[in-house]
């Protein structure tokens, strides 16, 4: 099995927050040319990848959406040589004070280290008390005096956590955008895999962008792309402190195959009897509503595609040390790689809702 964890790591210590995914970008189309017969971008900077079938044209294609883009923050305004910031993406403010961030500095071109700070509790109005301190309230300390901040960074520029991944034990790895940098890992393995394996359909690797704030990388590539069948893999929420309901999914125990009315029961199928045949672990995820995944964009763009939606368990999701376990990608990626290989060029026909 190929090893992923260099790659990962490099993913993990690359910004690339929704909108600004470029160093991510960079990085997965570096790693993907030599599998693939071409990349381009879309016009919303998708990275979008071919690996032609061999069956005769015109082929059939599934398409396989992992977005890059991460949750980060944004100056909204420089107060005194401090930044206040908002969002991009979903964030609790109580992970944030004594974060490690990166601002990228627009007006010097810089990239500029700095810390995530909390007023001191007399500095703070009455009514917040003890309590959870809100984003309005806190500060991004960057070192440097009012007037060198001021010829640096503007409003607008985006920030990025700046925590390094750790390989921790039990071959368990943590760091910031393992939401979806882990499933970017995925399709890597699954693509590394089908270097030896022959495939009838054509494949469409995509790292989509702005999945955190509107699923409009998905929902693009979808429309154009106009692929048969499609998969979207993303993380799910594992269990841990706090988090051991039946909603939840134990790390190192196989990725998740969703099931639900966002995701095509036949697809579910075909996923579950072929992780059963080569003895793949496995967890059903059951989604009631849509999946909050590129599922969801995939599923009804255009006239609506059969979708397939796969999760890999984490851990502390939205904070700067996210955590999931290296065995669920391998093994996700593999089952991946094996269902493509598996693909006859009548496959659609064969798509029922129901046997």
């Known amino acids: 099995m190929p090893e992923i964890t260099p790659f990962l790591k490099s993913l993990l210590s690359a910004a690339g927050i929704s909108s600004y995914e470029t160093p991510a970008t960079q990085l997965i189309e570096e790693k993907w040319r030599p599998l693939v017969n071409e990349t ?19 082929r059939p294609s599934i398409m396989i959406a992992t977005h890059m ?33 990166i601002v990228h500095a627009s007006a010097s071109g810089e990239e500029l ?7 001191p509790a007399r500095a703070l109005p009455a009514s917040v008390g003890d ?30 956590f700046a925590t390094e991944p750790k390989e921790l034990a039990g071959e368990v790895i943590s760091g910031h955008t393992l939401d979806n940098r882990a499933s970017v ?28 704030v509107s699923l409009g990388g998905a929902f693009t590539s979808a429309f154009g792309l106009r692929p048969q069948i499609a998969v979207a893999i993303d993380v799910t929420f594992a269990k841990g402190p706090g988090t051991n309901d039946w909603g939840t999914f134990p790390l190192a ?24 045949n080569l003895e793949i672990p496995y967890q059903t995820e059951v989604t009631p509503r849509h999946t909050g995944t590129d599922g969801y964009a995939t599923q009804v763009a255009a006239e609506g595609i059969p979708t397939m939606v796969i999760g890999i368990p984490l851990r502390y ?24 290989a598996s693909l006859e060029p009548d496959f659609v026909e064969k798509i029922v809702w129901e046997d």
């Open 40 to 58: 381009r971008l879309s016009r919303i900077g998708s990275l979008e990848a071919l690996k032609k079938g061999c069956a005769a044209e015109p």
């Open 317 to 340: 999701m939205h904070t700067p040390v996210e955590m999931v376990a290296l065995k669920d990608i391998q093994r996700a990626g593999r089952l991946l790689a094996e269902f493509i």
């Open 185 to 212: 890992a995925v399709l890597t393995v699954a693509l590394e895999e089908l270097q030896k394996k022959s495939h009838q359909w054509d494949v469409w690797a995509v790292a989509t962008a702005q999945e955190e």
């Open 253 to 276: 125990k196989g990725p998740t195959l969703g099931f639900g009315p966002n995701l095509h029961p036949f697809l579910f199928k075909k996923f579950e009897e072929l992780a059963k």
């Open 69 to 101: 883009d991460a949750i980060g923050m944004m100056v909204t305004s420089i107060a005194d040589g401090f930044l206040h910031f908002t969002q991009v993406g979903g964030i609790d403010p109580r992970i944030l004070p004594g974060t490690p961030v």
């Open 131 to 160: 309590g959870v301190v809100g984003l309005e309230y806190l500060l991004i300390d960057v070192g440097l005096l009012p007037k060198e901040v001021a010829a640096k960074v503007r409003t607008g520029d985006p920030v990025s």
């Open 113 to 119: 280290p700095g810390i995530v700070v909390l007023p």
